[in-house]
């Protein structure tokens, strides 16, 4: 997909599209439909307007006069004006980008609006709802001649020239974290006969070329020579290896922040098997790591001046004769043992060997992504993050960066009164916490595991994993936490 910003009047703009946004408020909505109109030099009759008043989600299509460059335009409604966002250009721009895409244009000209404030941020805003309402995972499916065509380029335009750089630089950076969001999406989508250890880590491998950053990749080895006893034990049902993927990106001068993702590639719950219902949604449970691919990523292509460490630990939990059992206890990178009263509840048992080892970098920060627990989704649905931490500043900082991105998270508490639930007799921990406040327990077990450091660990279970498309997000893996983490690090001093 091509996208640019340039300067250019309506009527002289010979996109096969071309978007308009109106607002909802009487006074303004004619004035704006009016304005089009003079501007194209065309009269637009009540009847094209039809009952199309300028709501959020609503558009109509408007058939140009004859000798004009374009015969298409798409007016979007945007809502009242008092409650614009930036949430609100994003899915105004998704219904343009996906309205032209089935009057099968190719090219689409979406205008910002004249009174669009901060102009940068719109311009992101809008590129990115755009880019990110035309992704597809539709690589496994043949492809038909009478297939509709894909839009190709998209243009985001203003009329005058005054922000051209503004609105550039804002399009190139919404480019480069929609194609990340795209990749983390990719990776959560594909199958686990693709997508499982050494694939995932050959993925990060990819990526780190292609943009700009380093990755180191530890064999089955390797990790046992750094005693990580939960990646081991976890993968040890599965014919797959496991992997220890390291990402490394910016100046070693600065302590990085370091980003941990879950890299669960098939989750299959092991001996404490789940059910077959929904079971195939477990190819997802790879999405943390996803996350941090793709933050990677674009983190490296634009260029950030952080220095950050990923950390992936990628396997496979399937049972077998070879895999750990109810009762297993195993040992973790620093020392401390769990006792794994249920096998489904691996995550944590890989992440505590990350997050000890995340101690070695010295960290500002260490934040950590994970489809970990069910119980989140309960809490949560799928419209908010589970956060936990020991930071309140970092916790903060995400808390806004959740809210400029719309990746919202919601913080919930690590009282300590919850740590006998996890409580074991025979080990350091135990790997479950029992039916109550599952997701709590799950950030808990974690925090028996982290160095002194600080620390935020996210839920994403709910997040990444959907099950209904939104405007600019499908049914399927979301690639949650790209855009957040990246925002984030844009921000961060
Ligand atoms: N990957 C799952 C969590 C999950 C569930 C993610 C639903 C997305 C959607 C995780 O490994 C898991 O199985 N957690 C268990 C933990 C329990 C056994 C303590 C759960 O949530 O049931
Ligand atoms: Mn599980
Ligand atoms: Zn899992």
């Not at 798409?74 to 409650?83: I, N």
């Not at 190719?106 to 709802?129: C, D, M, S």
């Not at 939960?230 to 992997?243: D, I, K, Q, T």
Request: with cysteine; aromatic share 8%.
């Amino acid at each position: 997909m091509n996208v640019c910003f340039e300067s250019a009047s309506v009527k002289e703009n010979s996109a096969d599209v071309i978007a308009v946004f109106v607002h909802r408020d009487k006074a303004t909505f004619s004035r704006e439909v009016q304005g089009f109109a003079r501007r194209m030099a065309a009269r637009i009759s009540a009847a094209e307007i039809g009952d199309f008043k300028g709501k959020e989600g609503e558009s109509c299509i408007v058939y140009a006069q004859r000798g004009a460059r374009t015969r298409r335009y798409v007016l979007v409604g945007l809502g009242e004006r008092k409650k614009l966002s930036l949430e609100r250009y994003r899915r105004a721009a998704a219904t343009a980008a996906k309205r032209a895409r089935s009057l099968k244009a190719k090219t689409l000209a979406i205008y910002v609006p004249g009174i669009a404030r901060p102009f940068g941020q719109t311009v992101h805003a809008l590129t990115e709802g755009a880019l990110l309402s035309l992704y597809k995972f539709d690589k496994y499916v043949s492809k038909n001649d009478d297939d509709p065509a894909k839009v190709e380029s998209i243009s985001i335009v203003t009329e005058g020239r005054a922000k051209l750089i503004e609105g550039k630089t804002a399009v190139d950076k919404a480019r480069i974290v929609s194609e990340s969001t795209a990749l983390a999406r990719d990776l959560g989508n594909a199958p686990g006969n693709e997508i499982f250890p050494q694939t995932l880590a050959e993925a990060a491998r990819q990526s780190a070329e292609r943009s700009g950053y380093r990755a180191t990749i530890l064999d089955e080895q390797e990790i046992s020579d750094l005693a990580m006893g939960g990646v081991l034990g976890v993968s040890r049902g599965s014919a797959h290896p496991p992997r220890f993927i390291i990402l490394e990106y910016g100046p070693k001068s600065k302590r990085p922040i370091v980003l941990v993702g879950k890299g669960v590639t098939f989750d299959s719950g092991g001996i404490s098997i789940k059910p077959s219902a929904g079971m195939a949604e477990m190819k997802m449970d790879m999405s943390g790591a996803a996350a941090v691919i793709g933050t990677f990523e674009a983190v490296a292509r634009l260029k950030l001046p952080v220095h950050i460490v990923g950390l992936i630990p990628a396997v496979e939990n399937l049972p077998s004769g070879n895999a750990i059992r109810p009762g297993d206890i195993l040992r973790h990178y620093n020392g401390k043992t769990s006792e794994v009263d249920n096998t489904d509840a691996e995550g944590r048992l890989i992440l505590a060997d990350a997050l000890g080892y995340a101690g070695t970098f010295k960290p500002q920060a260490v934040i950590d992504l994970a489809t970990l627990t069910g119980a989140v989704v309960v809490a949560l649905g799928h419209y908010a993050t589970g956060m936990m931490g020991n930071d309140s500043a970092l916790m903060e900082k995400l808390k806004i960066a959740g809210e400029a991105t719309y990746e919202r998270v919601w913080q919930l508490p690590l009282f300590d009164e919850y740590e006998n639930q996890i409580r074991s007799d025979i080990a350091d921990v135990k790997n479950t916490g029992g039916r109550w406040a599952g997701c709590i327990t799950g950030g808990l077990f974690l925090r028996k595991f982290i160095g002194n450091y600080k620390w935020v660990h996210l839920d994403i279970a709910g997040t990444a994993i959907l099950e209904e498309n939104g405007d600019y997000t499908f049914k399927g893996a979301s690639g949650v936490g790209v855009r957040l983490l990246t925002e984030l690090l844009t921000r961060w001093k």
